[in-house]
């Protein structure tokens, strides 16, 4: 499919479709996947119905690509300028996109350092499931050495917070970004009766489960490159506090965000390619 314009919004996106049906929208702006939905239509991602979509504003919800700085573990600000800036089109078939962003290092006066970032997505299926796979590649196109953190910042769509706990994290430690960074140790599945915002540290690459017994379904999160992953709900206060956020919508997304953070910064030399990626399984009932 090639680039549209989202009559909506006048912003440039593929509609990529895989054989059985399933859907995913990704805009060039941000290289930012904003929805993704089974061959029944059903949304698989969280995207905020007050999202704003008017660059250089990051879009609220699907997949914002953290780059070259995931959060405020940097000079940058908050996540990054990768998903506030535009990216170029490399390749695309019917169920795949490979975005480009070409960084000359004059982004932000902070980050001095050319990089390009290739993220691919690809829809597939896993027997009757949905897949759903993100490559992300920061090559370093510079002199000098450069240093980053990232994630991939998803926001998965569920029935109600209440009805979701994520397995696969007992025993990893993690950083509460609640309680200014605190280490803790997760004890069992990560549940949630208030805002969560952790990044587990070293986490295992497959086995984190988000369950959910609203919709019987379960989605898997098996990444590699990416040490790390973030949990996080907003709850009711930050829900409130984002102008491009229902009050009420904390109840219906839940992000898991693979990451390089508490285990980075990971360092780039001249020439040197750095390459990660996440793939999401989405098992109905
Ligand atoms: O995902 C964790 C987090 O760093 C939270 O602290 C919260 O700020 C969230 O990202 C959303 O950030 P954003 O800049 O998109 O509002």
Redesign the pocket.
């Known amino acids: 499919m090639p680039v549209v314009v989202d009559e909506s919004n006048g912003m440039e996106k593929l509609v990529l479709k895989s054989e059985q049906g399933a859907i995913a929208e990704v805009y060039l702006h941000g290289a930012h996947v904003v929805s993704w939905q089974d061959a029944t239509g059903k949304d698989l991602m969280f995207t905020s119905k007050q999202a704003i979509f008017k660059p250089p504003k990051?879009i609220?919800g699907g997949v914002?690509v953290c780059f070259p700085q995931?959060?405020?573990l940097g000079p940058l600000g908050?996540?990054g300028f990768a998903?506030n800036t535009k990216f170029d089109l490399l390749q695309e078939t019917a169920d795949s996109a490979t975005l480009v962003l070409k960084a000359v290092g004059d982004e932000d006066e902070k980050y001095p350092y050319p990089f390009e970032l290739t993220v691919r997505v690809q829809l597939g299926q896993q027997g009757d499931a949905p897949t759903f796979t993100q490559e992300v590649a920061a090559n370093n196109t510079g002199s000098e050495e450069m240093s980053f953190t990232a994630?991939l910042?998803t926001y998965f769509k569920i029935s109600a917070i209440g009805n979701v706990a994520v397995s696969g994290l007992d025993g990893v430690t993690y950083t509460d970004?609640l309680q200014g960074g605190q280490r803790m140790q997760q004890s069992g599945d990560v549940i949630f009766d208030q805002e969560v915002?952790r990044i587990y540290l070293a986490v295992p690459d497959s086995g984190v489960q988000i369950s959910d017994s609203g919709s019987g379904a379960v989605f898997e999160v098996h990444k590699a490159g990416f040490p790390d992953a973030?949990v996080?709900n907003?709850w009711v206060a930050?829900a409130q506090a984002?102008a491009d956020f229902g009050d009420e919508e904390y109840k219906e997304m839940l992000?898991i965000?693979p990451a390089v953070a508490g285990s980075g910064p990971y360092k780039l030399a001249p020439g040197q390619t750095w390459s990660g990626s996440q793939t999401l399984v989405y098992k109905a009932a």
Request: glycine residues 4%; contains cysteine.
């Open positions: 990051a609220r914002p995931f959060g405020q908050q996540h998903r994630a910042h970004s915002d973030v996080w907003p930050k984002m992000c965000e």
